[in-house]
């Protein structure tokens, strides 16, 4: 077993803890290949970190292709001369690790530092005043220890990010991780080096856990596989980690929880379970009780009105985050008058470039000028804060009140959260319109639908031009968008069924 905890294995454990254990002790012919997304990624942040210290107009010292031995005597040569900057460089202490992109001479000593292919901070409108993120925080906090423990750190200076954005972002290791969490980001380090530690010497167990970032873990099968047999309750969709791990000692299984009498665990309008009130607690058991019944059909807890219009669209778009760039506007239009006239319109931006995107943009606001009135139809906030952003960016084609008229009530909804999270229940692990749409028997033409993949697909086709790739995207949004449509049908379609309420 590999002792050595680097930057990857923290990262990993803010991630997942389970992982860390398995990436320590588990079999490795049992994990799955590394998805062409994750690849991409990994493409995507060399090649960047590359261009970044191509533009770089001081000298550096660069290592970044010595292999590790050389690379560790050649960084602490360095150091103790004093090298203004150290790009790819590594050193230890103990089982400590690090490999910082850089290592910067800054006042009496050396700060680490990062080279991003995303934004620095955690924000979702606007990166600026956005928060920092934990995960780099562990990081650049693991090289900073490391830095402490050899005498070389600068201790008025802070690490920092070089990110996709061309800014450098100071990564202030006192500050405060949430308004909820009081540590300091060195504390949270420290904490998370601390469990590391004990998974490390198997003083800590941990249990897998579903959610969104398992579709991008190498140990996906096999811990989908224990989730299944243990009756996990993170297959209760939105029950995550923590509330699995505060409900643990209580409640083991789906199964549990399913059959349950909650007097004893709720107070009013609160329960036991940190963070989980009253109401949401009855809600998991509900749905419990669907995951564990055979046959068990969808819940509505109200009858569902929706907007009267002959013009119904069905709206998704697809965006690169990598290169922050939309580049499909896609759109499924039917008329409820003619329900078999269904067309697929899309405005598509074949090149990452300012002007492409902003003529697809262009195309897109035209074409829902001209269908109005309308009702349109998306999932989640994704559309909506994409034509925020292209506002903002393009201006002229659309002004803050076009916006806002375009998402007011009765001429837009959000089918996830204003219907299916509000309002329904359903016999799956999760609300995605990809599960959903699944259960009520669609199915899309690709064998490996995803966002993640669509992004894949546009950089081969800026790369290739091969129009096979291209049509492929296409094929995703409009599966996407009859997605969309068939949910629609099927929530028309289902009996109202009171939600217990206790």
């Excluded at 990993?12 to 990624?41: E, M, T, W």
């Excluded at 660069?62 to 690379?71: I, Q, R, S, V």
Aim: hydrophobic residues 35%.
């Amino acid at each position: 077993m590999n002792t050595s905890i680097t930057a990857s294995t923290l990262y990993n454990y803010v991630q997942c803890p389970h992982r860390v254990f398995l990436d320590f002790f588990g079999d490795p012919s049992k994990k799955d290949p590394v998805g062409a997304f994750i690849q991409l990624l990994w493409e995507r942040g060399v090649s960047f970190e590359r261009e970044t210290m191509e533009k770089l107009e001081v000298p550096f010292a660069d290592l970044h292709l010595l292999d590790p031995g050389e690379k560790e005597r050649r960084t602490f040569q360095l150091l103790r001369q004093g090298e203004g900057i150290i790009y790819g460089g590594r050193f230890r202490t103990g089982t400590l690790v690090g490999e910082p992109d850089l290592l910067v001479h800054r006042g009496n000593g050396y700060v680490a530092g990062d080279i991003k292919s995303g934004a620095a901070l955690k924000g979702m409108d606007n990166e600026t005043n956005g928060r920092l993120k934990k995960h780099y925080a562990v990081q650049l906090a693991l090289y900073t220890d490391i830095l402490h423990q050899l005498g070389f750190l600068s201790p008025d200076h802070h690490p920092f990010i070089w990110d996709i954005h061309g800014r450098e972002t100071d990564y202030d290791l006192e500050l405060f991780v949430a308004k909820r969490d009081r540590r300091s980001f060195r504390h949270y380090y420290e904490n998370c080096l601390k469990s590391v530690r004990s998974i490390q010497k198997r003083e800590q167990r941990t249990l897998p856990a579903l959610c969104s970032m398992c579709k991008f873990c190498h140990w996906r099968s096999q811990c989908r596989f224990q989730l299944n047999r243990d009756n996990d309750l993170t297959l209760i969709p939105e029950l995550g980690r923590a509330k699995r791990d505060a409900m643990f000692p209580y409640l083991k299984t789906v199964r549990d929880l399913a059959e349950s009498d909650l007097t004893d665990w709720i107070h009013g309008r609160k329960t036991i379970f940190p963070r989980i009130g009253a109401q949401t607690l009855r809600r998991f058991r509900t749905r419990a009780g669907l995951l564990t019944t055979p046959n068990a059909q969808p819940r509505i807890g109200e009858s569902l009105v929706f907007p009267d219009s002959d013009i119904e669209i069905f709206y998704d778009v697809e965006t690169d985050p990598m290169r922050d760039c939309c580049y499909l506007h896609g759109f499924l239009e039917r008329f409820k008058s003619a329900p078999d006239r269904e067309t697929y319109h899309t405005f598509f931006a074949d090149e990452p470039s300012e002007e492409q995107e902003r003529t697809a943009f262009q195309r897109a606001m035209d074409y829902l000028a001209s269908r109005r009135p309308c009702v349109m139809y998306y999932y989640s906030h994704y559309e909506k804060t994409t034509l925020w952003k292209l506002q903002k960016r393009f201006p002229d084609i659309a002004s803050e009140a076009d916006i806002e008229h375009l998402f007011s009530p009765g001429a837009a909804v959000d089918l996830y959260t204003d219907v299916v999270r509000k309002k329904t229940e359903w016999p799956t692990n999760d609300y995605s319109i990809k599960t959903l749409a699944t259960y009520l028997g669609f199915q899309w033409r690709d064998r490996e639908p995803s966002g993640a993949a669509s992004i894949e697909w546009y950089h081969r086709w800026v790369e290739t031009g091969d129009t096979l790739i291209r049509q492929r995207i296409l094929n995703y949004n409009e599966d996407d968008c009859i997605a969309m449509r068939v949910l629609l049908d099927g929530l028309r379609d289902l009996p109202r069924e009171a939600i217990p309420d206790d």
